[in-house]
């Protein structure tokens, strides 16, 4: 069973930066394909960024050149760089791993974004 632990979550002004982690329990994470979702008050759980086993990278049109994710395969981990938050960037960010039909999700972590 493949573990997702994030952190980095908290408490941040508009215009600011937050840096998600999220570490994977596997002993293949690089053949995994990794992503951050986001379920924002009252809404559903969108995707806002996915790198695949090869760096391919997608972003929601929302998050584009303000977000970056990255992963680091040594480390079994990904990352997702947040820059220039809104308020509207406020949400339970999950990571999410998935291999061939193997989907695997962390618990989550708070980002609010003051306005």
């Known amino acids: 069973q493949v573990q997702l632990v994030e952190s980095g979550g908290g408490l941040v002004q508009a215009g600011g930066s937050l840096t998600l982690s999220c570490v994977a329990s596997v002993s293949d994470f690089k053949i995994y394909t990794m992503a951050w979702y986001r379920r924002a008050p009252g809404k559903q759980v969108d995707l806002v960024a996915l790198i695949a086993n090869d760096y391919g990278t997608t972003y929601a049109d929302s998050v584009k050149d303000r977000f970056t994710i990255s992963r680091d395969n040594a480390k079994n981990t990904a990352y997702l760089q947040m820059n220039s938050l809104r308020f509207e960037d406020t949400a339970v960010y999950y990571c999410?791993?998935?291999?061939?039909?193997?989907?695997?999700w962390g618990r989550g972590t708070q980002v609010t974004v003051s306005s």
């Open positions: 999410y791993a998935k291999l061939n039909r193997r989907e695997f």
